[in-house]
């Protein structure tokens, strides 16, 4: 298992890496980026126990609203490195913004401590309905993180990768108190723990580090902007949405009665199960970046 995981995660990275770091692959990493969240629409669909063909249906509208986004005129100039006048590019995307961040920062949560049964009823249909704003907002959140700079974009997936990394061996090595037990037995505390230190030093090494070099990672921004107080409580707010969107998952899949939201990436799941934590995570940071720009132009 632990030999397909790493096979699988490498060669994930030979396809991405090269569309991030290379110049003139922008709008092919566009068109990729929108078929992996239309495999993530189907996989919500089949979590909320949508009939097989309503599951295709639903992840085909989903997709072909992001062919629309990425191909509307307006949408090709006036991302992040543009902070005029309308920084997300149409006066849309800030409202787009709002909505994900609230649903990632206060509904989850919500449904989380009540545990509501999420494929039946009124949930399933605004689950549903919320999957149409929340895929569109993470594939503009990381083409515009992307449009700032590689190091940019990878500087905040690096937050996620941390956080998932710290929360997982924190937890092996010195978990004992559960985090949410009727939820996802395996998550404790010290997982928690393990993960806003990791998260916490490491970004602030790379914040430094960054000076030298003179590259602009997240980080370095926001730290510029609002001193270490107001990074400490922004790099907090993402490892929180970010165990809250991995719970959230957890809860979903535990409903549909399913280890894992589909097989399609070998030894890592399905693609929700990679995009738990990085669908809140990318939306929170770009979207307190894109207000920075807009209170304080680069």
């Known amino acids: 298992m632990l030999k397909t995981r790493i096979m699988t995660a490498a060669i994930l990275l030979t396809v991405f890496l090269p569309m991030i770091f290379c110049t003139g692959m922008t709008h092919l990493l566009s068109m990729l980026v929108i078929g992996v969240l239309t495999l993530a629409a189907w996989e919500w669909a089949r979590l909320l126990k949508l009939a097989p063909k309503l599951q295709i249906s639903y992840a085909v509208l989903v997709g072909l609203l992001l062919v629309f986004f ?3 005129p307006w949408q090709i100039k006036g991302l992040l490195q543009d902070a005029s006048p309308a920084f997300f590019g149409n006066e849309w995307w800030p409202i787009l ?13 919500f449904i989380l401590l009540r545990k509501s049964t999420l494929a039946a009823g009124l949930w399933r249909g605004f689950l549903l309905l919320v999957g149409f704003v929340i895929f569109p907002v993470g594939w503009h959140a990381l083409m515009a993180a992307h449009s700032v700079g590689p190091t ?12 998932d990394s710290g929360a997982y061996f924190a937890g092996k090595r010195f978990g004992q108190h559960k985090l949410a037990p009727l939820i996802s037995p395996g998550k404790t505390w010290e997982g928690v723990l393990g993960a806003w230190l990791l998260v916490l030093t490491s970004m602030a090494a790379v914040a430094g580090v960054s000076r030298v070099f003179d590259v602009l990672p997240f980080t370095a921004y926001v730290g510029s902007f609002s001193g270490w107080c107001g990074l400490l409580i922004i790099l907090t707010l993402l490892v929180g949405v970010g165990v809250a969107g991995d719970l959230f998952e957890s809860l979903m899949k535990r409903q549909a009665g399913l280890k894992d939201s589909s097989g399609l990436l070998p030894g890592h799941g399905g693609v929700l199960d990679r995009l738990d934590a990085l669908l809140p995570m990318l939306t929170l940071a770009v979207g307190l970046y894109g207000g920075l720009v807009r209170l304080m132009p680069l």
Do not use: D, E, R, T
Not at 152 to 163: C, G, K, P
């Open 70 to 72: 990425a191909l509307a």
């Open 97 to 109: 913004y709002w909505i994900a961040a609230f649903f990632w920062g206060a509904v989850v949560p």
């Open 152 to 163: 940019f974009l990878i500087s905040i997936l690096l937050v996620v990768w941390l956080a």
